[in-house]
């Protein structure tokens, strides 16, 4: 999918979107899992591609209502940047939410304005997605004026794989 946010087109390949689709929560006793978005900008355009990803793995904290990532995300983040010819940095993050239709939580928020301070990476923009049941949305946070609005709202038909 593309998502054209005025100055710049975000796209998220559907290998990503599909692996985070194939983690959402459907059952009362499923875990709230995530990880880490990996892109790429475009030279000259400036433009944004979300081709890879990080999901759940050992060490990781997963309850219904709470995912906490561990320190190995990052090792496969510096191993991604190193094999892609220090193309591929750290873009955002996805989880999923209990929701059919999923809203930030106030602990979201935090998180992610933590994250746009302080994550060393060379994008001004971060991009954070939270996978509902039936929709998913997608917030860009701007790391120089430490704002977040939100940019797309859908259902999953446009990629399903099924
Ligand atoms: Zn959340």
């Known amino acids: 999918m ?6 710049k087109k975000i796209k998220i390949n559907k290998d990503v979107l599909t692996e985070i689709y194939k983690r959402r929560q459907l059952n009362i006793e499923d875990c709230e899992v995530g990880g880490m978005l990996i892109g790429s900008i475009i030279k000259y355009s400036y ?9 759940p793995m050992e ?6 209502t709470r995912y906490i990532r561990s320190e190995n995300h990052n090792k ?10 220090y193309t591929k940095m ?8 209990h929701q059919d239709n999923p809203y930030y ?13 302080k994550s060393e990476t060379s994008t001004d923009l971060l991009v954070f997605l939270i996978a509902g049941i ?13 704002t977040i609005r939100q940019i797309y709202e859908g ?8």
Do not use: A, P
Not at 90 to 97: C, K, L, R
Not at 105 to 117: A, V
Not at 155 to 162: A, C, L, N, V
């Open 155 to 162: 259902d999953y038909s446009g990629f399903k794989m099924d």
């Open 76 to 85: 496969l983040l510096e191993k991604k940047w190193i094999d892609s010819q």
């Open 47 to 55: 433009d944004i591609v979300i081709e890879d990803l990080t999901t």
């Open 59 to 64: 060490g990781d904290f997963c309850s219904r």
């Open 2 to 7: 593309i998502i054209d946010i005025g100055n």
């Open 134 to 146: 039936s929709s998913f949305k997608i917030w860009i946070g701007d790391r120089t004026k430490i």
């Open 105 to 117: 939580s106030f602990q979201d928020l935090t998180n992610w304005k933590k994250l746009m301070k």
């Open 90 to 97: 750290y873009f955002g993050e996805w989880h999923t939410h």
